[in-house]
């Protein structure tokens, strides 16, 4: 008894001390209150030890698609001996998950062929480029040893550019700067209503005072006695850098009206750091995206995959299931399993021939493919860093280039690779319709407008992808209407032994997060089955 009064009465001079937050942390660090994490829905991969007193054994399974879905739904199944075969069209692991170096060839639907001119060492991630960190990838990183690297997503020293705003627009503007201006006239507007009485009906006194003090401190603003004025600070940055000796500096001025800054619309870019899957830190492997599927690739073993193989069919027969697919020379072979996980995009999927019913067809097709595209441009020196001390980030524009990354990764060399667009929607097929020589020349007539002639006369080399041009893909993820709708559903069953899987199928939709999760579910539904027969 002593003890617990001991005990609240200590976690009643922490509530006082530190309010409601830290009592609740303090109380989750004793043990009594759970301490809120975001947590990956508990997966148990199987084993073959699970068959041994059952006199099962794994079944063969056939799986279509290479990218993500596919690998890990054979790495998985193989960790519990099941014969787990993977078809796919391309010449590569990883499906989207596609990664351009010096030498990389791709000819699109509309026949354009290009050839990678980039130098040893340079990149492109074509497909996904960023890892968030409560995502399982992660997780599949640490366990087949993918080394990873930070992913510069916000930079207070990158820009945004807004060329067509109603103030302050064909000039580029420092995220810092952005910001400081932006927080600076909300706080000076939150402030004055406060103080004259505006919120009197929604806080006390008190209340008012702290956020008067919050504000003061969040936005940089003046006291009471100066109308708690925005006048800028060293927030927005310098002019001159503060130095040795009598070298204090020179603020970053002068600072454009209330206004201006309103009318800018640079505000409406800040959201993105507080997305969920969008937060710093986030990571990247070092050396490529495509190490994912590498590592995915040498674990599932390469003699278990055929390459160039583009499957035509797919149909529950007795005993399991038929496939069909033609090889490189166009040669149509078929072969049966016991399951078959269809791991390609809805899309590619609806081609199939197959016995699974219309409502299984009419289904793979109420997902909208999205339209999404990307340029890699090569640069001969870092200009980014040697003259803006700009070292990653993403850039938004109000153009067509939407967003723009600099690379988080081989600072202080000789060459880097600039994302010149990052795309999507009109904007991606205004692109996509071009042919690849095109596409970079307007790229770059649209980045010189942000960064100068030193954006077109530094250029090296450059590489485009437009997913809804791209063979065997024909989108670079999908809109569903209602994930909550039959068709969602249906796909979410097993069809017989056949099975689906993908990003498409899950809650978050053009991550690898969803394909692995994904991949999860339906080898645990796989197994499960196996165990019960």
Request: net charge positive; glycine share 12%; aromatic share 10%.
């Amino acid at each position: 008894m002593a003890a617990e009064t001991s005990r609240r009465g200590f976690l009643r001079s922490v509530g006082v001390a530190g309010g409601a937050g830290v009592l609740y942390s303090t109380m989750g660090a004793m043990g009594l209150a759970p301490v809120p994490v975001a947590e990956a829905v508990p997966y148990r991969a199987p084993s073959s030890s699970d068959f041994h007193l059952t006199g099962r054994g794994g079944k063969k399974v056939l799986i279509l698609g290479a990218g993500i879905a596919g690998l890990t739904t054979a790495y998985e199944l193989g960790k519990a001996g099941y014969d787990c075969r993977i078809l796919d069209a391309k010449d590569r692991p990883g499906g989207r998950n596609w990664t351009a170096r010096g030498g990389t060839v791709e000819t699109d639907l509309d026949g354009a062929t290009q050839r990678a001119r980039f130098s040893s060492g340079q990149y492109m991630n074509c497909g996904p480029g960023r890892l968030p960190q409560s995502h399982v990838t992660l997780d599949y990183c640490r366990e087949l040893g993918v080394a990873l690297e930070a992913f510069v997503n916000a930079n207070a020293d990158a820009y945004i550019y807004h060329g067509n705003s109603a103030a302050l627009a064909g000039k580029p503007m420092r995220w810092r700067t952005a910001k400081a201006d932006v927080y600076g006239y909300i706080s000076e507007l939150l402030a004055k209503a406060t103080d004259q009485g505006a919120l009197d009906a929604a806080l006390t006194k008190d209340d008012k005072d702290r956020l008067i003090a919050f504000l003061q401190s969040f936005g940089a603003i003046k006291g009471k006695a100066e109308g708690f004025a925005y006048t800028g600070s060293s927030r927005r940055g310098y002019s001159v850098e503060p130095g040795a000796a009598h070298e204090k500096g020179t603020v970053l001025g002068p600072v454009p009206s209330m206004s201006d800054v309103l009318a800018s619309g640079v505000g409406q870019r800040f959201a993105f750091e507080f997305g969920y899957d969008q937060a710093m830190m986030m990571f990247q492997p070092v050396g490529g995206m495509d190490a994912i599927p590498k590592a995915l690739e040498r674990a599932v073993g390469r003699d278990r995959i055929t390459y160039n193989a583009w499957a035509t069919g797919v149909s529950n027969v007795p005993g399991g299931v038929e496939v069909s697919w033609k090889d490189n020379r166009g040669r149509e072979r078929f072969e049966r399993a016991d399951f078959c996980v269809v791991a390609t995009p809805p899309q590619i999927a609806a081609r199939l021939r197959h016995n699974l019913g219309d409502n299984v067809t009419t289904a793979l097709k109420t997902p909208v493919p999205v339209s999404a595209g990307k340029i890699g441009l090569e640069y001969k020196r870092r200009w980014w860093e040697l003259d803006d001390h700009m070292y990653g980030g993403v850039v938004p524009t109000d153009t067509d280039l939407a967003n723009m990354w600099f690379p988080s990764a081989g600072y202080q060399s000789a060459r880097g690779m600039v994302i010149g667009y990052y795309n999507t929607g009109s904007n991606s097929e205004a692109y996509a319709k071009l042919a690849p020589d095109a596409r970079a020349a307007r790229a770059v007539d649209r980045g010189v407008k942000i960064f100068g002639d030193r954006y077109r006369s530094e250029l090296a080399a450059s590489f485009s992808v437009a997913w809804t041009r791209t063979a065997g893909f024909e989108g670079a993820w999908v809109g569903w209407p209602n994930q909550d709708g039959p068709e969602y559903a249906l796909l979410n069953q097993p069809q017989g032994a056949v099975y689906f899987a993908g990003d498409w199928l899950s809650h978050t939709i053009a991550w690898q997060h969803g394909a692995f999760t994904s991949a999860r579910k339906v080898v645990t539904e796989i197994h499960q089955r196996v165990m019960a027969a």
